[in-house]
Nanobody, 124 residues
Framework: QVQLVESGGGLVQAGGSLRLSCAAS????????MGWFRQAPGKERDFVAA????????HYEDSVKGRFTISRDNAKNTVYLQMNSLKPEDTAVYYC?????????????????WGQGTQVTVSS
């Protein structure tokens, strides 16, 4: 069992930056692939970024490439999402997720554990 707690969301102006953190419980964090998803009001929960168990492989949704960076610190059981050059269309609830695999996972259905989400609001 893995419990995930996101933090770092908030209100920021367009062009600004935020860093989301996701703290995981359990001693097997390093054996999980991790991902970030987001859900805007009235929309599906969409993939944003993913990272392999070692951090050696990452994958991004096209609209965030070059602006967002996913990373992890297995010693701290934490995964991060650095978000730069934020746009109003990035506004959403951001969710952290863990998958029982070591490879990068981009499909929502393959994730086994989810956090409660953190709100990111980007004003124009």
């Amino acid at each position: 069992q893995v419990q995930l707690v996101e933090s770092g969301g908030g209100l920021v102006q367009a062009g600004g930056s935020l860093r989301l953190s996701c703290a995981a419980s359990g001693r097997t964090f390093s054996s999980y692939a991790m991902g970030w998803f987001r859900q805007a009001p009235g929309k599906e929960r969409d993939f944003v970024a993913a990272i392999s168990w070692s951090g050696g492989a990452t994958h991004y949704e096209d609209s965030v490439k070059g602006r967002f960076t996913i990373s992890r610190d297995n010693a701290k059981n934490t995964v991060y999402l650095q978000m730069n050059s934020l746009k109003p269309e990035d506004t959403a609830v951001y969710y952290c997720a863990a998958a029982r695999t070591m490879d990068v996972v981009t499909t929502r259905q393959r994730y086994d554990y989810w956090g409660q989400g953190t709100q990111v609001t980007v004003s124009s």
